[in-house]
Structures are given as C-alpha cells and as structure tokens.
C-alpha cells in the first residue's frame, strides 16, 4: 500500500516489524525480502513517487573541498537514484574486503558477500555472473585475453528504474506500506538500553508523525545516514565510546579520468575492440573488461581500478588544445612522460621502455581509468549551520581526490604499459598533467557514489555499525547501504548494496 503523508486524511502513527527510513535500492531490496517471510515493513520516503524540486532542494549542501554535485548526485524520490543510474553492476573481489595499506578490512567474510550476488543481479535486472568455466572459456584465442580479468554485468536494454517497477506492486501490497512525503527527523523514546522506539517524521508543511518498529533501519544513502545519524545522535541517541567520532568520516567515491594513452599495434586493436563489445549474457548482458590485478594493486599500495579505452573524440576523451579547460589551456603543457621528479623523457624512455611520449602515439585511444578511492578522514560529511526547509542542519562535504589516488593511476598505467609490451599490444603513455593532477579538479569526474561514512567495523572504537550493521551503543538500530561499506573497491556499488541489504534481511528475520 502507498500512503501520501501530505494528506491530511492519511494516520499521522504507525506501527510495523521493522520501519525504514528511504525507498532506494537498499530500502526496497530489505522490505521485499523481509515482506516474503511475513514481517510488516513500512518505508518512509521523504520525497514524492515521482521527482519534485521541492523535495529534491532539501539534498542542497555546501562543499568544503572540490566542487562536487552534492544535491544531484542523489535523487529525493520513490527508488532512489536508481532513477538515474546507468546500470552498470559488478562483484568486488575477495581481495577488496581483506584489507591492507590504508585500507581497513571488512569485519565479514567474503562468502557471506558473494553468496547474495546472483540474487542481486535478478532483482536489479541484469546478466547473472558467469560460472567459472564459463569464464575461462570468454574469448578463446584474443590475444591478451588473460588481461580481460573482470566482467560488468548490465541489463538486456535500459537501467531498470525501481521506483516505476515497484510502484504498482506496491500498490496492492499488503505487509509493506510506502509512506511518501515523509521526511525523517529523529528518533523517539530511547531508552537506557539503547532501544529505540520509533522515527519522527515530518512534511515540507510542517505536518508531523511517529512510526514504531521493533527494528529500525536508516538506508538513506552514504550521504543522508551520516547526516541524520549525527542528528539523531545530538538529539540524545545514545552511542557505544569512541564509535560517534567516526561519522560522516571516509567518505569515499569512484574517481575517474583519462591518464594515458594506448598506441594499439595488430593485435591490441582487437582487445580495446572487444573490450568495448557487449555480449550475450544470462539476464542481460556482460561487457569485459581490464582491471589492476590484486597482487599488483597491494604491492604498490595502490587502490582498485579498471580500464576503458576512449577513442579520439569519445566525450570522455583528452584531445590536445580541444578539451582542456582552463587553466590547462593557458599553460600548454606538452604530452611527454613525468613521473614523480622532473627528469627527461630520454632518461624516462630508458628506464621504461613501454612508455612513450604523446607525440609518438599516433593513433591512439585514451586509457580512461576508474578508481577506487581509498579512506581517508579528510573528506567527510558533517552538519553546517544552516538549516534546511525541514529545519535539520545542512551537509556540508569536503571530498576530493587525495595523494593515493595519483599513486593508484600512476601504478594503473605503469601496469597496463607493461602488459601490453609483453603481450605485444602496443605502448602506452602516460598524461603529463598526473603528476599535478590534485591541482586541477576540473579534469576529473565523478561516478556519484557515496561509500563509507558510516562505516562496519568488529569494534566500536573503529566505526559506527557492528558486522549485523547495528550501529554500536543502540539494540535495534541497523544501517543499510554503501554507508557500511569500510571500502569501496572499485566495482559500481549498487550490486553490492542489495547483497548487502539481502544478508541484513537474514539477520533481521531470525530476530523477529
């Protein structure tokens, strides 16, 4: 059932198993699952089925750091950003959960991870994960195939958009309600144990009511659960020592940019055009892809990250003198090799051999990298002084690209250039502008992923929700989303964000 909370005929209390605060991805993929074993769930949408600027200007925020799309890297509406993502899925990999070097290791098995992807998959529409076999058997005889180490999973044709999906279903749903128009705000009746009794909500008008549950989950996106988190917790939620100051920090996205080139001689021009090429999948359909093999990834303290190849003119393509933005435009900067000191070329091409400089690398495509962003409590999300239309604290966001991420493109090209002179698929080049690259924001993009700021942890002391995503110091409060996530990898995160989500449904079914 779909309740509208702007009318004033709709009950201003409510009562379910389990209330949850969002109608994203993670909030629909628990309900359904829960709803399938007879639980009551209800779902509190701040927005409206279908997009509303009113609603959607209560995501403005201020930046700290970069200029980063902090309103419209999210949507305010029934299905969340679903309504705009592009559909692209894939599992991260054991070695993205183990941890390392700047990195955190997740407080749960990868089993537990991977055991929920292919029913992720089917509920988010796309192709199924190969077997194994099936795998060993893609692409039989390209040469440099062995460098095609990871597959996309996309849909069959357009992205599904939850909210369209489920809106009828819902309508006729009887254990789950949707309850639109319905802003969280706080939490009510907390007692000394750390039981929460229920979510205040409100409207834009100023209309106000309480759901109760026996179990409570803030899937409000890595953005919106550290804000409201923090809200609640000033407001008196009782937190375990130590878990509090974790908040809104390490706040991590998916970076991209082109970093180099690939001159592709015989046989790379085969991979970079199978590399681009979608094939038939179970459910939908797989792209391969070339990704930073683990062992190289940890042995140069690198985060993950994958390759696309961009021919000229591709809009994501680096074209000379016609895409740079100021102030690259003014500065010119020749395309030879740099590294971390000023040195020649000729002393580059001497100490690596498998690069070389722009100008030899005619013709050539862009080697467009997409990178994880490893943790790091300089960007974060925290409360402004400002309060928005429903009288909470405006996020404010500090997030930009720090110092590893250039080591990760650097060593991510490095790699690639000498697998593709042993493999005998050309040379690549690195782009001069890397070893600034921290002084030029505008050259790098955004995937609008927002991972970590309310992060998983087996202690209180080293984040904000235990491996049952209970948030430390409360007995029935969980967090679902790529919040949890202590790191990211680089893989897309909405598959594993309803893997998530499904391994939650578990754990809060045995305790109903």
């Known amino acids: 059932m779909i309740l509208d909370f702007a009318d004033p005929a709709t009950p201003d209390r409510f009562a379910a198993d389990v209330v949850i605060a969002g109608s994203g991805p993670a909030a629909i993929s628990l309900a359904k699952s829960l709803a399938a074993a007879g639980r009551r769930v209800l779902m509190l949408e701040a927005g409206n089925i279908h997009f509303e600027e009113e609603s959607q200007a209560l995501y403005k925020g201020r930046n700290l750091g970069w200029d980063y799309p902090i309103q419209w890297s999210r949507l305010r509406q029934f299905g969340g950003t679903t309504g705009h993502w592009a559909g692209q899925c894939g599992w991260m990999r054991p070695s993205d959960l183990a941890g390392g070097p700047g990195r955190p290791a997740w407080p749960i098995p990868y089993s537990e991870l991977a055991r929920h992807y292919q029913e992720a998959a089917a509920f988010l529409d796309v192709a199924r994960m190969p077997s194994a076999p099936a795998l060993?058997?893609?692409?039989?005889?390209?040469?440099?195939?062995?460098?095609?180490?990871?597959?996309?999973?996309?849909?069959?044709?357009?992205?599904?958009?939850?909210?369209?999906?489920?809106?009828?279903?819902?309508?006729?749903?009887?254990?789950?309600?949707?309850?639109?128009?319905?802003?969280?705000?706080?939490?009510?009746?907390?007692?000394?144990?750390?039981?929460?009794?229920?979510?205040?909500?409100?409207?834009?008008?100023?209309?106000?009511?309480?759901?109760?549950?026996?179990?409570?989950?803030?899937?409000?996106?890595?953005?919106?659960?550290?804000?409201?988190?923090?809200?609640?917790?000033?407001?008196?939620?009782?937190?375990?020592?130590?878990s509090a100051e974790h908040i809104g920090l390490y706040l991590q996205e998916h970076l991209s940019a082109t970093f180099g080139l690939l001159s592709a001689s015989g046989d790379g021009e085969k991979l970079t055009e199978v590399a681009m090429e979608l094939v038939p999948g179970v459910g939908g359909t797989l792209l391969p892809a070339i990704s930073m093999p683990p062992e190289v990834q940890a042995r140069s303290g690198a985060g993950g990250c994958y390759f696309r190849f961009m021919p000229r003119g591709h809009k994501d393509s680096f074209v000379p003198g016609r895409t740079l933005r100021p102030p690259l435009t003014r500065?010119?900067?020749?395309?030879?090799?740099?590294?971390?000191?000023?040195?020649?070329?000729?002393?580059?091409?001497?100490?690596?051999?498998?690069?070389?400089?722009?100008?030899?690398?005619?013709?050539?495509?862009?080697?467009?990298?997409?990178?994880?962003?490893?943790?790091?409590?300089?960007?974060?999300?925290?409360?402004?002084?400002?309060?928005?239309?429903?009288?909470?604290?405006?996020?404010?966001?500090?997030m930009q690209a720090r110092d590893s991420e250039i080591v990760t493109?650097?060593?991510?090209?490095?790699?690639?250039?000498?697998?593709?002179?042993?493999?005998?698929?050309?040379?690549?080049?690195?782009?001069?502008?890397?070893?600034?690259?921290?002084?030029?924001?505008?050259?790098?993009?955004?995937?609008?992923?927002?991972?970590?700021?309310?992060?998983?942890?087996?202690?209180?002391?080293?984040?904000?929700?235990?491996?049952?995503?209970?948030?430390?110091?409360?007995?029935?409060?969980?967090?679902?989303?790529?919040?949890?996530?202590?790191?990211?990898?680089?893989?897309?995160?909405?598959?594993?964000?309803?893997?998530?989500?499904?391994?939650?449904?578990?754990?809060?079914?045995?305790?109903?």
């Not at 550290?226 to 407001?235: E, K, N, W």
């Not at 020749?334 to 020649?344: A, G, N, T």
Request: contains cysteine; hydrophobic residues 45%; glycine residues 10%.
């Open 136 to 242: 060993a058997a893609f692409r039989p005889g390209l040469p440099g195939r062995q460098l095609l180490n990871h597959v996309w999973q996309l849909p069959a044709t357009s992205p599904v958009r939850l909210g369209e999906r489920e809106e009828p279903i819902l309508r006729r749903h009887r254990t789950i309600h949707l309850l639109v128009h319905a802003a969280v705000t706080g939490v009510t009746d907390v007692s000394g144990d750390g039981t929460v009794g229920g979510f205040r909500f409100r409207t834009l008008a100023g209309r106000t009511g309480e759901a109760r549950g026996r179990i409570l989950v803030l899937a409000c996106g890595g953005i919106e659960n550290a804000r409201l988190l923090r809200v609640m917790q000033y407001a008196g939620l009782p937190l375990a020592a130590g």
């Open 331 to 398: 500065h010119r900067i020749p395309y030879y090799l740099r590294q971390f000191d000023e040195i020649s070329f000729e002393k580059m091409a001497r100490r690596f051999p498998h690069f070389l400089s722009y100008n030899q690398l005619k013709p050539a495509v862009g080697l467009f990298v997409e990178m994880e962003q490893l943790p790091d409590s300089r960007n974060r999300v925290r409360l402004g002084r400002e309060r928005d239309a429903i009288g909470l604290p405006v996020v404010e966001v500090d």
């Open 409 to 512: 493109a650097k060593a991510a090209i490095e790699h690639l250039g000498r697998a593709a002179i042993s493999n005998g698929l050309g040379r690549v080049g690195m782009m001069d502008w890397v070893a600034d690259a921290l002084q030029y924001p505008q050259l790098w993009g955004w995937s609008w992923h927002h991972n970590g700021t309310t992060r998983m942890a087996h202690r209180a002391v080293d984040g904000v929700v235990d491996p049952d995503h209970l948030v430390f110091g409360t007995r029935n409060l969980h967090m679902a989303g790529a919040s949890v996530f202590p790191t990211s990898g680089f893989a897309n995160p909405t598959l594993t964000i309803v893997a998530m989500s499904l391994r939650l449904a578990e754990i809060l079914k045995a305790r109903l």
